[in-house]
T-cell receptor
Framework: KQEVTQIPAALSVPEGENLVLNCSFT??????LQWFRQDPGKGLTSLLL?????REQTSGRLNASLDKSSGRSTLYIAASQPGDSATYLC???????????FGPGTRLSVLP | DTGVSQDPRHKITKRGQNVTFRCDPI?????LYWYRQTLGQGPEFLTY????????KSRLLSDRFSAERPKGSFSTLEIQRTEQGDSAMYLC????????????????FGPGTRLTVL
């Protein structure tokens, strides 16, 4: 059974810092991995999707990497801004079906 | 607006009542997913449709829960005889599985329906 963990659970940084969020999964036979952002009481916004054959994806100040063999993905946020404050979730779809498994999220606060 | 929409956004009900939620996916998306999310946790997969066929159901989906997607477009999730433990955010997502697209299987989520069972 696939399990997804995220470290740290919460993070508080001053504006302008670069930061890394971590996602780990137990079964490396994944189809893809997706990073999301969730604001309090809202739905999820897709940030980046990495297919199993890819090693990284970039969008603006965001860069996500994938290392299937070690069961890890990282989300790098450059030059953080207060508007980046949210919960960041990773989700993994394995090769056995359409069951996407989510991590518990990392709650990020960027202080002005 | 061409995103995923859900209705209602909030629902308060008494224990034992039935509730039904609706999800309208992005129009060209053939896959539709339902998730449940409780406070401080990531979403948990409930079920998934490809067109009108329900292809996968989680063990979380007890016999009080039923989902339909009769014409392969919108979907409904019904909870019968609600319990206080059903209180959660119910999220719907859609994706497209046509090969050759860069964003294959990227999930797009709706705003969710927050259910409170008193």
């Amino acid at each position: 059974k696939q399990e997804v963990t995220q470290i740290p659970a919460a993070l508080s940084v001053p504006e302008g810092e670069n930061l890394v969020l971590n996602c780990s999964f137990t079964d490396s036979a994944i189809y893809n991995l997706q990073w999301f952002r969730q604001d309090p009481g809202k739905g999820l916004t897709s940030l980046l999707l990495i297919q199993s054959s890819q090693r990284e994806q970039t969008s603006g100040r965001l860069n996500a990497s994938l290392d299937k063999s070690s069961g890890r993905s990282t989300l790098y946020i450059a030059a953080s801004q207060p508007g980046d404050s949210a919960t960041y979730l990773c989700a993994v779809r394995d090769n056995y079906g359409q069951n996407f498994v989510f991590g518990p999220g990392t709650r990020l606060s960027v202080l002005p | 607006d061409t995103g995923v929409s859900q209705d209602p956004r909030h629902k308060i009900t008494k224990r034992g009542q039935n509730v039904t939620f609706r999800c309208d996916p992005i129009s060209e998306h053939n896959r539709l997913y339902w998730y449940r999310q409780t406070l401080g946790q990531g979403p948990e997969f409930l079920t998934y449709f490809q067109n009108e066929a329900q292809l996968e159901k989680s063990r979380l989906l007890s016999d009080r829960f039923s989902a339909e997607r009769p014409k392969g477009s919108f979907s409904t999730l019904e909870i019968q005889r609600t319990e206080q433990g059903d209180s959660a955010m119910y999220l719907c997502a859609s994706s497209i599985d046509l090969s050759g697209t860069e964003r294959i299987n990227e999930q797009f989520f709706g705003p969710g329906t927050r259910l409170t069972v008193l």
